[in-house]
């Protein structure tokens, strides 16, 4: 567990024995991106990620013809299972360039800390706070074992830049790439339109509320919108086993963030594009949350492909606030939050990723 907190518990270290170097930012960011990568990349597999190293070794067997045959856009490949975007990607490394399981989940977890770094580093006006939030909220986790979705992720993340210079051809490029990884990322395909929309109050209250009121529409929408989509994903055993409605903290944590931010920013400043792009791509999550309240994917899909643009929307909005005082008061009580979340995290649920204890690939 120390482990895990260390890598948030140093940024503040760093951020004050830096405190008169002009790179004191970059250097908080880079050196904890070390610190996941090296985590990440000498983990022992465990749970899915030991039949990840299953379908991998399998697919070695494979001819190009018999891979490029078995694609399929929207549905699941048939050799695997997996999304035929991830299946050509096990098969190159396998079959191509021979490379042992370990040595792909190198180059994955050196992918994925790329993004974030790339992410924090073009987007955050708080590099040491965007970083530690990304940590608290569950990515760096959840990198460990949901090797799909966190790759998908990645694609996201590089899709931000395209959104913000308006390219249309790299949006959607990218969010495609991410689709071939794990179909739930086609939602992001939501951030673009949503982005040309102004980030203020009126807006945000406006979006609340549609948002929240799937929590009652949710039996209108689940016979129509989700039981097609599910249906053409062949996952509509999804459906079948949603359970009556539970309360999901995280949908009201959602709320608050979003509220929050948005009455604490300058209504008299208007945010940018990058700032809007941030804020939207972190806001898609509410409407997914509250229809995760029912069924449970969906909960984990907000979590994992949209939490991450929080850390980039909170401390931007928070700097549209011409207090400085305050706003490095909320920072430190943000920082503090966050630690506190993902200590209690590690300490009773364990993430439900049995991150704990960490082990060592070259350690039986």
Known sequence: MILYLSMVL???VLYFAFRNNEHRDRIVLITVCSYMFILLALRKPFSDVITYAGEYEYLKSFTFGEIIKDFHFIKAGSLTGMEWGFEFLCWV??????LPFQCFLVCEAAFC????YRLIGKNSVCLPLSIALVIC?????YCFIILRQTTALGFLMLSIEQAKKRNIPGFLAMVVAAFMMHRSSMVFLAVYPLSYIPVNRKTVVIY???SLSL???YPVVSRTILKVVFEKMQR??????????RFKEMLLGLFAIALFLVFFADPKKELDIRDRVSYWAFMVALPIEALGAYVQILSRVSTLTFLPFAAIAIPNLLETNENRKLVRIFEVLIFCAGLAYYA??????KRELEIIPYGLFFRN
Do not use: R
């Open 215 to 217: 929590l009652f529409l």
């Open 93 to 98: 490394f396998s079959k191509l360039l021979h």
């Open 137 to 141: 909220f569950g990515f760096f986790d």
């Open 344 to 349: 209690y995290c590690l300490l009773y649920d």
């Open 236 to 245: 509509d055993g999804y459906l079948v086993i949603a359970t009556e409605f």
């Open 113 to 116: 800390v790329f993004c974030v």
């Open 208 to 210: 609340c509320a549609l």
């Open 10 to 12: 140093v940024v503040p």
